[in-house]
């Protein structure tokens, strides 16, 4: 609602999360006030604007980068290409008409560049492998045509309508502890690994790869029931015409606490890095004829053997500073791990196919020896687990 004016304004969102119509009460005297029905395009862009009885009310064309055509090309105000009311505009972004940039979301967009005009919020997910994702203010890859940029981050599988992006209870835990993780568990593992170390590097890329803005990264987070002693599991596909998607699901009742969480909310997002470094490698030859530079790709996918040994490392990475790094922190019998008694002390660990992964006694040794006893419980571990074994040497996309 508007306080001055007392205009209220109500939006309608289909199944979808497509805005399908919007009504206000006083724009016009209620006897003429109308209702606006709007028919988007593939990139949910309103293209015809329609009232009650069908009859048009307004027309948009929009160039690739969205920028308004208003009279080129025998546009005109009789076939209706005409200013409206309503607020939608390029890809369904509210169009800031005293401004004339469009609201994204965590940023606004300037149609006239094509850029943003704040960088990505998010500066450390640009793929080294594909060189668009280099400048954190272009626009969804420079394939406005195919891709879109609707709220410059993930987005949540239970969400209501469009505007409530991730805002249910679940999804709101699924970024504190994300955000726990970046704020907090980071700046520690800097400190003990090195910034240039594998193990920051991993474990920086895994919870920032969520939050990929500017990419049309598709990533879809939600909350399902998965195989027993799977707390999360991550897929993703790009297809033909280039739509991509990568979902990530995570079985609430197998993450007991918080740190369980915060360690697969980690280890699934080193999945999602995965993900969309091999898509970022198709995409940027998707304008290449050269057959044999796409075949090496896709020959070269990284393999799910390749992609977990990645994941419970940066696991076994955070859960020396969540799950007890520290042996005088009250014990947190968490992780669907075991919580057990060695000799008096408390003994805390993570596993997986029965090799511990992290345990807390590992504190007191030295990097290296601490990085050799992790690969090699990994990599046993992995090939003895009865999900990941037999998946090792399949590829993570088809
Ligand atoms: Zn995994």
Same mark, same amino acid.
């Given at each position: 609602m508007v306080p001055g004016t007392g205009e209220t304004t109500i939006f309608v969102y289909d199944a979808g999360g497509k805005v399908i119509a919007e009504y206000s009460t006083n724009v016009v005297p209620v006897q003429d006030a109308k209702v606006a029905y709007l028919t988007n395009d593939n990139l949910g862009t309103p293209r015809i604007n329609t009232d009650a009885n069908g009859g048009v009310i307004a027309r948009h064309d929009y160039m690739p980068f969205g920028e308004e055509i208003d009279s080129l090309g025998g546009r005109s105000a009789t076939d209706n290409y005409v200013v409206d009311d309503v607020r939608q505009g390029f890809t369904g972004y509210f169009d800031d008409e005293e401004t004339g940039l469009d609201f994204a979301e965590a940023r606004m967009y300037a149609k006239t560049l094509g850029r943003f005009n704040g960088s990505d919020p998010i500066l450390s997910t640009g793929s080294a492998f594909n060189p668009k994702s280099w400048n954190r203010y272009s626009y969804s890859l420079n394939n406005p045509l195919l891709l879109k940029d609707p709220y410059g981050m993930y987005t949540c599988s239970d969400d209501v309508k469009g505007k409530d992006s991730c805002s249910s209870d679940n999804d709101k835990k699924?970024?504190? =502890?994300?955000?726990? =993780? &970046?704020? +907090?568990?980071?700046?520690?593992?800097?400190?003990?690994? !090195?910034? !240039?170390?594998?193990?920051?590097? +991993?474990?920086?890329?895994?919870?920032?790869?969520?939050? @990929? =803005?500017? $990419?049309?990264?598709?990533?879809?987070?939600?909350?399902?029931?998965? @195989?027993?002693?799977?707390?999360?599991?991550?897929?993703?596909? %790009?297809?033909? #015409?280039?739509?991509?998607?990568?979902?990530?699901? *995570? +079985? %609430?009742?197998?993450?007991?606490?918080?740190? @369980? #969480?915060?360690?697969?909310?980690?280890?699934?997002?080193?999945?999602?890095? +995965?993900? %969309?470094?091999?898509q970022g490698r198709l995409i940027a030859l998707q304008n290449s004829s050269d057959a044999n530079a796409i075949m090496a790709v896709v020959a070269n996918a990284p393999t799910h053997g390749f992609s977990e040994t990645r994941a419970f490392g940066v696991s076994s990475v955070f859960a020396e500073f969540t799950i007890g790094g520290n042996s005088n922190a009250p014990i947190d019998n968490?992780?669907? !791990?075991?919580?057990?008694?060695?000799?008096?002390?408390?003994?805390?660990?993570? =596993?997986? !196919?029965?090799?511990? &992964?992290?345990?807390?006694?590992?504190?007191?040794?030295? &990097?290296?020896?601490?990085?050799?006893?992790?690969?090699?419980? &990994?990599?046993?571990? %992995? $090939?003895? @687990? $009865?999900?990941?074994?037999?998946?090792?040497?399949?590829? *993570?996309?088809?």
């Open positions: 699924f970024e504190a =502890a994300r955000q726990l =993780a &970046i704020r +907090d568990k980071l700046a520690q593992i800097e400190k003990r690994y !090195g910034e !240039g170390s594998t193990e920051y590097q +991993d474990a920086l890329k895994a919870v920032n790869s969520y939050g @990929d =803005a500017g $990419k049309a990264n598709g990533i879809v987070v939600g909350f399902g029931t998965l @195989d027993r002693g799977v707390l999360g599991e991550t897929t993703g596909s %790009l297809d033909k #015409f280039g739509n991509k998607s990568v979902n990530v699901t *995570i +079985d %609430l009742n197998q993450n007991k606490n918080s740190s @369980d #969480f915060l360690l697969t909310v980690a280890h699934e997002g080193s999945h999602v890095r +995965d993900h %969309l470094d091999y968490s992780m669907g !791990g075991v919580t057990f008694t060695l000799g008096g002390d408390p003994e805390k660990s993570i =596993a997986v !196919g029965g090799q511990e &992964i992290w345990k807390s006694s590992w504190k007191n040794l030295d &990097i290296k020896t601490i990085e050799g006893k992790r690969r090699d419980a &990994i990599a046993s571990g %992995l $090939k003895n @687990d $009865k999900h990941y074994g037999p998946l090792l040497n399949t590829p *993570i996309e088809k």
